[in-house]
């Protein structure tokens, strides 16, 4: 269309493998409790996932701070990935006695282990162009909220009916939703 002569084009697939995944969520739905028990999580207790880079454009404590305006004894929080908001976290998570674990990174291979046990994913990144792991948790049947700056975000949510969109650093209704 632009005239560039095809051989200079090289594809560079930026997607998520729907298909693998939801075989990985048919395979993790029989061991759901080995797994909860295994990162020594309650049965009982709801499960948001975040996965990602910890570090501060992602804003990974947004979420920590709406789980301190409600009672969020039955949460914990999964922090899937690394970085340097790692410790910040698990200072305020402590401090403010708010249930987290922390696997570090992994990678596709393994991810899906963590996806499968989650009741919620939350994406607070204030950029994110098309996050892959909001794709990947859609796969897991999971309600979603994300910040209405992700650039998948009006594609893939539909406010009150598989999550809800939220703007960046509304910890208020964050933690109200």
Known sequence: NYGIDENKLLPIPCAVDNDYFKGQDIYYKSRLNNIKKELSIDEEDFIIVWCGKIYPRKRPLDLLKSLKLINSSKI??????????????????????????????????????????????VNTSDYDPSPKSLNEAMNFS?????????????????????GFTIAVGDIKDLGEK
Do not use: H, M, R
Request: charged content about 20%.
């Open 76 to 121: 914990t929080v999964l922090f899937v990935g690394d970085g340097p908001e790692t410790e910040k976290c698990k200072s305020f998570s402590l401090k403010n006695n708010i249930k987290t674990k922390y696997v570090g990174f992994v990678n596709t291979s393994q991810v899906s282990k963590f996806y499968s046990i989650a009741n919620l994913f």
């Open 142 to 162: 999971l309600s979603v909220i994300a910040t209405n700056v992700i650039g998948t975000s009006k594609d893939l949510i539909q406010n009150n009916k598989n």
